[in-house]
């Protein structure tokens, strides 16, 4: 894309009520916009990364058997009732319509997929299966402050899967971990992402967070590094204030963000909607449920929180919304149309190329904002790099910079 | 994907109330769930089908320079009272948030776009630009009753033009009835939809709704044939009852369903913000917009009304959720196996193909629910077929079947 098309720039200037790091650089850089306090828009530049995260989501989620839906955020009152939720679920936006029927915004999709599965599935040849969705949920927090970490407007990656044992849902569990891993690894947050001990509810002693480490995060994680685990606060007495593996009592105190959380459910849900299977010797029995969720916008504010630097953002490549930040500089005509026809030719090789050929910015100036926006590989081509054929090569996370042939990139 | 592991089943029974041709098909085929009167969930074949829809509106968006954006569904009271709209728009769902602050729920976003471009682009040289976004909508629609036609939430393209000049304007406009035309032919629609004139507000005589002709229409169009447009009832009189292109009277009435509109706003929106960009003079003058809208359920929907048959969906190629049906019948072993490897030749050649492995359905069933699903190529494999190293290939769309070599598949 070219730069001088792109209809957002960056800035200096943001309002100082943005206290959160990953506000302050995706707001300057361009990523995101701020309708009011926890909403914002996603622009150009940010759909790029919340897509491409989003993707390697929905991979994984394929790769364990889960099907894609889109459940609806308009949730009748009826189904929270049933559960219960619709007076202890504290952040449920509520309205009406004009014949004052009553609705939930759906912050969480248990009360939708339960009655939508009984729907198909009640034989125990039809299990297990799980089902997921990528969708814009809705929380009415009282005081949203940490950026995109934490919206009333928000992505989630909701997943709930159907068994009709313990064991087989304990299995599942298993390979969900795994999965949840690989998305964190392939996000960037590999290293500083922990699995988490967390308090469990009715149906299981524990439950699991992702907790990525980070002073931005709310929560507080005792982690165990022998076996790269973590406590959440919460659980420590549950846990005797050991490592729940090695029962090691050496745990190391830090701040860090929830990126994802998994949850055994147990009979909660399918109870509440009288959700049975008829087994193999005819008796029916309640369905056993897991659930499984990740908010690709938190992921991306928490990557900025862990992946930048005092310039701006330091994308990971997976995530990046371009893969070569094109600078020209100057306006010499054989400087331009060299960096037209690099440009030509890196993206009809199919590389995803972010073009700065505004006319009136300076080298400064675009050099700047190429650190800003974070984009991991910068090339430049002046009237210096043309004399050698060349052009100037510098990734992101590194200081130096080479000359590299014009040809080698066809 | 096997259909053995599809969550969803196809069913006979469907509610009595659900009167509409779309909805009865596609939720006897498993395509979509009702949760309540106009609020449908996608199901996985589904989104299959949405997101085919939605990538070719994408394409041809990106070809006009417009810019993917999410803009938030929940948006401030303040905004729409600036145009007025809080009280005139009404189908706005309502709601408002612990401390009493005020919010409708996105059902166009002229009113949240408008701030935002003015944010980045006050000069002429940023001019023209247009955004656009994927988006689920909301409306507080009385009665719905058209299936996934017009539902009280439902997805949404709507795009957002800016302009320095009425000709820019006027030439845009242009170019976006071309990118529409080519939506509605890659959809499988292109034959039987019109470009319509409608009324058009303050700033422009007309604007322009692409129909499709189906009784399950709401609207009466009056259609030149010659012209290939058409004129919806309320234009009539502005346009004396004839064709505003040439001039004839010899008009078709029919039943049509608004696929899409496109809408000059003039500075309706701008004037309202107080939007200007400052012109090469150096003098002030308000923006000029356009606004272009393509609903891909309603599109979804549309398709069906428009490609069926007594016995199910005839999906066009571009939008069917998998190009093949594969079908196994009997429990033979080597004909399962047979069954098996071309399921897997097939998809490692990047087709997508639903395989129908069940086990305990006869060939009967698995025939119906094959018609029903609507896939476009039907490939069965039994006995029979494996006699001759061939798979029987039928198009959804005809009536004759051929026997074709298994290994002209690899």
Wanted: net charge neutral; proline share 4%; aromatic share 10%.
């Amino acid at each position: 894309m070219r730069q001088s098309q792109l209809f957002t720039k960056t800035t200096k200037q943001i309002s100082k009520e943005e206290v959160s790091l990953n506000a302050q650089l995706l707001l300057r850089a361009g990523y995101v916009n701020k309708l009011m306090a926890g909403v914002y828009t996603i622009l150009p530049l940010g759909l790029r990364v919340l897509s491409k995260i989003e993707n390697i989501i929905r991979e994984e989620m394929n790769k364990v058997e889960g099907q894609e839906v889109l459940m609806p955020s308009l949730t009748p009152k009826e189904n929270w009732e049933t559960t219960g939720r619709w007076t202890s679920f504290d952040v449920l936006f509520k309205l009406d319509d004009a014949s004052d029927k009553e609705y939930a915004l759906g912050a969480s999709h248990e009360e939708v997929v339960t009655p939508l599965a009984q729907k198909f599935n009640t034989s125990y040849k039809d299990f297990p299966f799980s089902i997921y969705q990528l969708q814009t949920k809705f929380r009415n927090e009282p005081r949203p402050k940490s950026g995109i970490l934490r919206g009333r407007e928000f992505r989630m990656k909701d997943m709930y899967s159907f068994h009709t044992s313990q064991a087989d849902l304990d299995a599942y569990y298993e390979r969900m971990t795994e999965a949840y891993k690989k998305v964190y690894e392939r996000c960037g947050l590999g290293d500083k992402t922990y699995l988490t001990f967390a308090l469990g509810g009715t149906f299981s002693k524990y439950s699991h967070e992702f907790q990525t480490i980070t002073e931005a995060g709310e929560d507080d994680i005792f982690i165990c590094e022998q076996c790269r685990v973590a406590i959440n606060r919460e659980a420590l007495p549950d846990c005797n204030n050991s490592c729940p593996k090695c029962k090691s009592n050496q745990l190391i105190e830090k701040k860090a963000v929830e990126v994802g959380n998994i949850f055994k459910l147990g009979t909660k849900y399918s109870s509440a909607f009288k959700y049975n299977f008829v087994g193999e010797d005819g008796k029916q029995a309640p369905v056993i449920m897991g659930c499984y969720g990740i908010g690709p916008t938190r992921v991306m504010g928490t990557i900025v929180e862990i992946c930048h630097d005092d310039k701006g953002i330091v994308w990971p490549k997976s995530v990046a919304p371009f893969e070569y930040h094109l600078i020209v500089l100057g306006d010499d005509a054989e400087v331009k149309a060299t960096a037209d026809k690099l440009y030509a030719d890196l993206t009809s090789a199919g590389k995803e190329v972010l073009y700065d050929d505004r006319a009136d910015v300076g080298a400064g100036a675009k050099f700047a904002d190429a650190d800003l926006i974070g984009i991991p590989t910068r090339l430049v081509i002046s009237a210096k790099t043309l004399k050698e054929n060349a052009a100037e090569v510098k990734n992101r996370n590194e200081e130096n910079s080479e000359l590299k042939p014009l040809d080698s990139f066809r």
